[in-house]
């Protein structure tokens, strides 16, 4: 079964991609090979210069697959695996690749401008202002989703020792690069080798006895800090988080070449490993029986969950594979300006955006495929609705040693890289969003407040905001509420093409519903976790962190649906404005 | 398909393949390494043609030595001065 859904989406990829994205590019937005573009008008070198089209796949593939298609489908699964992988293939064939695609190419026809000069062009300033407002906080739940995730995932065992001796391999990759100046295959030999046995010694007893040691210091033998009604806040989360968030600070304020990229670099060849060992594990496995992959999840299972209802719930937990607001992010201020042809925007942004799908349904089968590890512990709790009794990190990396070790990894080494894997796609995203917060923090705050130009104080105070939601928030609710961030940061990218096109005469109805569709999902999905939030702060004998995370949770909820519904009323004046002119225009100009 | 068509799409594949991992390993840090070299050299031609943006930071004298120097880097300088910025930016 596993093998027959992943060749089924590639099947469906393949012809939306063929034929819906090809008659887009092809007939309304009329993508010109001839046209200039921004890359090439305003070549700085720098911000703005041209990159072929599969370095440019490559960048953008890198960009937007972080944890989301991973994270998002593992915990969408609680409603059933068919629901998952039906909102995946049709969310990335009708709103997916139209969002990452057409914001390319809104941003290449206006000279290379962001989303904030974009909705300040199309909207009105107050938009800009709430959309920058909006980001801020957007970005602070990426930082507490992914923290949280990542937490859980330094504290299996087999984990924390070979991702620090991987780091200090990137270390050292990045002083044999820049300092001793040495040749890149050797570097890249030698610091692989030593982060492929650091991960191995990870493995051995005596480093999980260590790990284990450090997660039962609170006191217990499970390490538990106090209960809520969602399952134990662990010690284990509090300790990784902060080391999770110590090395994203170095990331942020250590130049680029000493830290985060030569880290990022050595990791890229584990990833790479992950996915190409893993989906040959699965095909392997379909034809030869060497490990499970019929599903055990069954295709639906219920329309309400814990988490809230399939609609609009389901829609927002999965965000990146279908579609996300980040890729909007990633196409207008990075890709867009280095785009050397307009006709490179369908393979680049529409290519990785379906490429990530196929990820993402990777992630489903992973996740559908065992609801209980070998030794008999329960990864999804049938007896309860298929709740997910363990973190998403753990399903992932359960499913990638069992997949891995079809291709002759073992299993203790497979599931390490599978952890490696996942926290290094979260880190690279959480350093870039840190980075931008510190930014973020100088220039809104640094006239009125003078201590926020320093660096390192705009960093400190976003750990402290991440590690406040950390270690009080349900992770699984923090989840849902990025996704909402996310989806209607997606919904804004789409409002605004929507616009854009108007503007343009061209036919906009293709952009307009999805975006539509994706605005009210996205208000309602908030709304009900904003409910759920408080709802769980003022029950009766909740201990106070949890009620502090969800007054948190409910409070941010709330604030993004209000802007949202602000963005949305301003965004259709500026639409009817521009439908009026375009019905005005004489036709067939 | 003859031998030297079957050689060419063998370079074109391998070609694509090297950019895609270049691309998704190190595309990122070179836009980076180049962005902190141009912040730099935007620094230094500040200093030296303040002149140019009515901020004389140098005598004259100096900057009139270094001129040939900075003459290449100028009009992208300028592009990226005048250039509309916004905070997301920093995202890219």
């Not at chain 1, 330094?154 to 001796?165: D, E, H, Q, R």
């Not at chain 1, 390192?456 to 270690?471: M, N």
């Not at chain 1, 939030?533 to 604030?559: E, K, R």
């Not at chain 1, 802007?563 to 404005?577: E, P, Q, V």
């Amino acid at each position: 079964m596993a093998f027959w859904t992943l060749l089924i989406t590639i099947v469906i990829v393949i012809l939306g991609y063929r034929y819906y994205t090809n008659r887009v590019d092809q007939q309304i937005v009329a993508a010109d090979p001839k046209r200039a573009t921004p890359a090439k008008m305003y070549n700085d070198g720098v911000d703005f210069m041209p990159a072929s089209g599969s370095v440019l796949f490559g960048y953008q593939f890198k960009s937007i697959a972080a944890l989301g298609p991973i994270v998002g489908p593992i915990t969408a699964v609680q409603w059933g695996w068919l629901p998952a992988v039906l909102w995946l293939i049709v969310g990335v064939f009708f709103i997916g690749w139209v969002q990452d695609y057409a914001s390319a190419m809104m941003a290449m026809r206006n000279d290379g401008m962001t989303m904030g000069g974009l909705a300040y062009k199309y909207i009105s300033p107050r938009a800009r202002g709430i959309l920058l407002s909006f980001l801020y906080f957007y970005l602070l739940l990426i930082m507490g989703a992914f923290g949280a995730v990542v937490a859980g995932l330094l504290a299996a065992p087999t984990v924390p020792i070979g991702f620090l001796i991987l780091t200090l391999a990137g270390v050292l990759a990045g002083q044999m690069t820049y300092r001793w100046r040495m040749d890149l295959v050797m570097t890249t030999v030698v610091t692989v080798l030593i982060a492929l046995v650091g991960i191995w010694l990870g493995t051995m007893p005596w480093a999980q006895s260590i790990v284990k040691a450090i997660n039962g210091m609170a006191g217990n033998a499970e390490g538990v800090l106090y209960s809520t009604p969602y399952g134990p806040m662990k010690w284990s989360v509090w300790f990784w988080g902060i080391i999770a968030l110590v090395f994203t600070y170095f990331g942020s304020v250590l130049p680029i070449w000493r830290f985060a990229q030569p880290v990022n670099y050595v990791s890229f060849w584990f990833v790479m490993l992950g996915i190409v060992g893993s989906i040959l594990g699965v095909i392997i496995a379909t034809f030869t029986g060497a490990t499970g992959v019929s599903f055990e999840i069954p295709a639906y299972i219920a329309f309400n969950n814990h988490l809230g209802p399939l609609w609009p719930i389901l829609f927002v937990t999965i965000s990146c594979g279908a579609i996300s607001g980040w890729h909007s992010l990633v196409s207008t201020s990075g890709t867009a300006r280095q785009l050397e042809k307009e006709t490179d925007a369908k393979p680049v942004t529409a290519g990785a955006m379906y490429t990530e799908a196929v990820l993402a349904v990777l992630a489903v089968v992973f996740a559908a495929t065992a609801i209980a590890k070998a030794d008999g512990s329960v990864l999804y709790d049938a007896a309860n609705g298929y709740k997910l009794s363990v973190g998403a990190g753990g399903i992932w990396i359960y499913g990638m040693a069992r997949f891995l070790s079809v291709v002759g990894i073992p299993a203790d080494l497979g599931g390490a890289i599978g952890g490696i894997f996942l926290a290094v796609m979260a880190l690279t995203v959480m350093q870039l969003v840190l980075r931008f917060m510190r930014v973020a923090s100088a220039e809104l705050l640094g006239d009125k407040i003078i201590a926020f130009k320093n660096p390192h104080v705009g960093s400190l105070v976003a750990i402290a905001f991440t590690l406040l939601i950390l270690w009080t928030a349900f992770w699984q609710r923090i989840w849902v509420l990025f996704g909402g961030a996310n989806q209607l940061f997606a919904g804004l990218a789409l409002l605004l093409v929507t616009i854009w096109l108007a503007n343009e005469g061209k036919k906009y109805e293709w952009v307009f519903w999805p975006g539509v569709f994706m605005y009210v999902t996205t208000v309602a999905a908030l709304l009900i976790t904003a409910w759920k939030s408080f709802s769980a702060a003022f029950a009766p004998d909740t201990a106070a962190a949890f009620m502090v995370g969800n007054l948190i949770a409910g409070l941010i909820g709330l604030f993004l649906a209000i802007a949202a519904l602000i963005l949305a009323w301003d965004g259709w004046k500026s639409l009817s404005t521009a439908r009026s002119k375009m019905a005005a225009a004489p036709s067939g100009d | 398909m003859t031998e030297e068509e079957k050689r060419s799409l063998i370079q074109k594949i391998k070609e694509n393949l090297s950019d895609f991992i270049y691309g998704m390993a190190s595309h990122e840090a070179t836009r980076q390494a180049l962005k902190t070299r141009g912040s730099m050299e935007h620094l230094f031609i500040l200093i030296t043609m303040g002149d140019l943006l009515g901020v004389p930071i140098l005598p004259p004298y100096y900057s009139l030595r270094l001129l040939p120097y900075v003459v290449p880097q100028i009009s992208t300088w300028k592009r990226r001065m005048l250039r509309e910025k916004d905070l997301v930016d920093a995202l890219a």
